[in-house]
């Protein structure tokens, strides 16, 4: 059985940082990534890694201050959130593709989803 389990969300002041984990179980994938879902709006893609060789795909509005990582030995993926902004708050989802090619920014690319985990940045 397929699982993806997040944490590491929580709320934090404008300027700080949070580190959420996925951790997936049950099969390998070719590229894991991290939407985002604000009250109100569609779910947004954030960041993607692939799995194969580690290439990193990043939305506009989180270059720069956003960072996703691997562990291929913990099948994990971590995103790092620095200068975080009220405009960050959102429930923030794990993803996971099984096909080897994919577009990393497209929802529609990925399998499995976790339950979300919520990241709350007060100004």
């Known amino acids: 059985q397929v699982q993806l389990v997040e944490s590491g969300g929580g709320l934090v002041q404008a300027g700080g940082s949070l580190r959420p984990s996925c951790a997936a179980s049950?099969?390998?994938?070719?590229?894991m990534a991290w939407f985002r879902q604000a009250p109100g709006k569609e779910r947004e893609f954030v960041a993607a890694?692939?799995?194969?060789?580690?290439?990193?795909y990043y939305a506009d509005s989180v270059k720069g201050r956003f960072t996703i990582s691997r562990d291929n030995g913990k099948n994990t993926t971590n995103l790092q959130m620095n200068s975080l902004k009220p405009e960050d708050t959102a429930v923030y989802y794990c993803?996971?593709?099984?096909?080897?090619?994919?577009?990393?920014?497209?929802?529609?690319?990925?399998?499995?989803w976790g339950q979300g985990t919520q990241v709350t940045v007060s100004s």
């Open positions: 993803a996971a593709a099984v096909m080897p090619r994919v577009f990393p920014k497209a929802p529609s690319s990925y399998n499995y």
């Open positions: 049950g099969r390998t994938f070719s590229t």
């Open positions: 890694i692939s799995w194969r060789d580690g290439s990193t």
